[in-house]
C-alpha cells in the first residue's frame, strides 16, 4: 500500500526567507506526485504535480519541487516565502496511469506559519 | 465556473442521528471521492467513485455510506454518527483519475455530540 510521510508537521518562517518542506513516499510502482495547499478556512488547491520528464517542476505562486526517485522523495520549495503562504501544506502521491482507481493518498500536513 | 459544491458547511448533531452531506461537481467528471481530515492525519480517504454505480471503501470506511446514482453527485450518508466522527469532511472529483488533478468542495465541518 501507499503511503506519504511530511516530516515537518509546524514550520514557522519570516518573509523572504527560504522555504523546503519534506515529503517522502512508499509505493513499488510509477508514481504521480502532488502537492495541494489549504489556505486558512479554505479547500485544497492543486500548487503543483509531477507525472514525468522533468524532476524539478514549478508551480503556482513561485514554487517548485523535485522529485528525487532514489530518495521516494518531493520536496517542496520556495527561494523567498510570503505572508500570504501561510498554509497548510500537502503532499500526495498515486498510482502513475491515470488508472489508479481513486487511490490518492496524502501526508499528514505541515502548517506553514509565515511572520511579516 | 468549475466547481465542487457541498452543503451543508457546517452542521451540529446529536449521536445516532442519520445524516447525509450531500457534494455535487458541474465539471463531467467521472471519479469522485470523500475524504475526512483530523488534526495530524492528514486526509483520509472514506470511499471513492469510478462512475455512476461504481463506487468502493478507502481507507476509513467504517461508519459511512455512500452512492452515486448521478454522475454529478455523491452524497456521504452516516446512518448513526458517533462523536468519533466529528471532523472536517471534503468531497473531490477528478475528470480522469487521480493522475489528474483533484478539484476539492469548500468542505463540511461536523460535530456529534
Known amino acids: 500500500a501507499q503511503s506519504v510521510s511530511q516530516h515537518n508537521h509546524h514550520v514557522i518562517l519570516s518573509e523572504a526567507a527560504s522555504l523546503e518542506l519534506g515529503c517522502n513516499y512508499s509505493y513499488g510502482g510509477t508514481v504521480n506526485l502532488f502537492w495541494y495547499v489549504q489556505y486558512p478556512g479554505q479547500h485544497l488547491q492543486l500548487l503543483l504535480k509531477?507525472?514525468?520528464?522533468?524532476?524539478l517542476v514549478k508551480g503556482i505562486k513561485g514554487f517548485e519541487a523535485e522529485f528525487i526517485k532514489s530518495k521516494f522523495s518531493f520536496n517542496l520549495r520556495k527561494p523567498s516565502v510570503q505572508w500570504s503562504d501561510t498554509a497548510e501544506y500537502f503532499c500526495?502521491?498515486?498510482?502513475?496511469?491515470?488508472?489508479?482507481?481513486?487511490?490518492?493518498?496524502f501526508g499528514q500536513g505541515t502548517i506553514l506559519t509565515v511572520h511579516p | 465556473e468549475a466547481q465542487v459544491t457541498q452543503n451543508p458547511r457546517y452542521l451540529i448533531t446529536v449521536t445516532g442521528k442519520k445524516l447525509t452531506v450531500t457534494c455535487s461537481q458541474n465539471?463531467?467528471?467521472?471519479?469522485m471521492s470523500w475524504y475526512r481530515q483530523d488534526p495530524g492525519l492528514g486526509l483520509r480517504q472514506i470511499y471513492y467513485?469510478?462512475?455512476?454505480?461504481?463506487?468502493d471503501k478507502g481507507d476509513v470506511p467504517e461508519g459511512y455510506k455512500v452512492s452515486r446514482k448521478e454522475k454529478r453527485n455523491f452524497p456521504l450518508i452516516l446512518e448513526s454518527p458517533s462523536p468519533n466522527q466529528t471532523s472536517l469532511y471534503f468531497c473531490a472529483s477528478s475528470s480522469q483519475g487521480w493522475g489528474t488533478e483533484a478539484f476539492f468542495g469548500q468542505g463540511t465541518r461536523l460535530t456529534v455530540v
Open positions: 467513485s469510478m462512475n455512476v454505480e461504481v463506487t
Open positions: 465539471m463531467n467528471h467521472e471519479y
Open positions: 500526495a502521491v498515486t498510482e502513475a496511469g491515470g488508472t489508479s482507481y481513486g487511490k490518492l493518498t
Open positions: 509531477y507525472f514525468s520528464g522533468d524532476p
